[in-house]
Nanobody
Framework: QVQLVESGGGLVQAGGSVRLSCAAS????????MGWFRQAPGKEREFLSA????????RYVDSVNGRFTISRDNAKNALYLQMNSLKPEDTAVYYC???????????????WGQGTQVTVSS
């Protein structure tokens, strides 16, 4: 069982940056691949990025590749998402997720956080 808690959301102007954090409550954090999703109003939840347990493999969807960076600190049981060059269309609730492989994280992860709101003003 993994409990996930996101933080770091808020209001930011277009072109700005935000770093999201996700704290995981598990003694075996490094065994889990982790990922980020978002859900904008009226839209389905979409996968953004995933990272392997050791941090060696990362994947991104095209819409955020080059602007967002996923990372993790296994010593702190923490996952991060650095978001740069933000656009109004990035406004959404952002969720972290966990599962045993990056493929599982991208498709249908077993564990979810409660989400944190990011609002990008134009």
């Amino acid at each position: 069982q993994v409990q996930l808690v996101e933080s770091g959301g808020g209001l930011v102007q277009a072109g700005g940056s935000v770093r999201l954090s996700c704290a995981a409550s598990t003694r075996t954090f490094s065994r889990y691949a982790m990922g980020w999703f978002r859900q904008a109003p009226g839209k389905e939840r979409e996968f953004l990025s995933a990272i392997s347990g050791d941090g060696g493999r990362k994947r991104y969807v095209d819409s955020v590749n080059g602007r967002f960076t996923i990372s993790r600190d296994n010593a702190k049981n923490a996952l991060y998402l650095q978001m740069n060059s933000l656009k109004p269309e990035d406004t959404a609730v952002y969720y972290c997720a966990a599962d045993y492989t990056t493929d599982n994280v991208a498709r249908r992860p077993d564990y979810w956080g409660q989400g944190t709101q990011v609002t990008v003003s134009s």
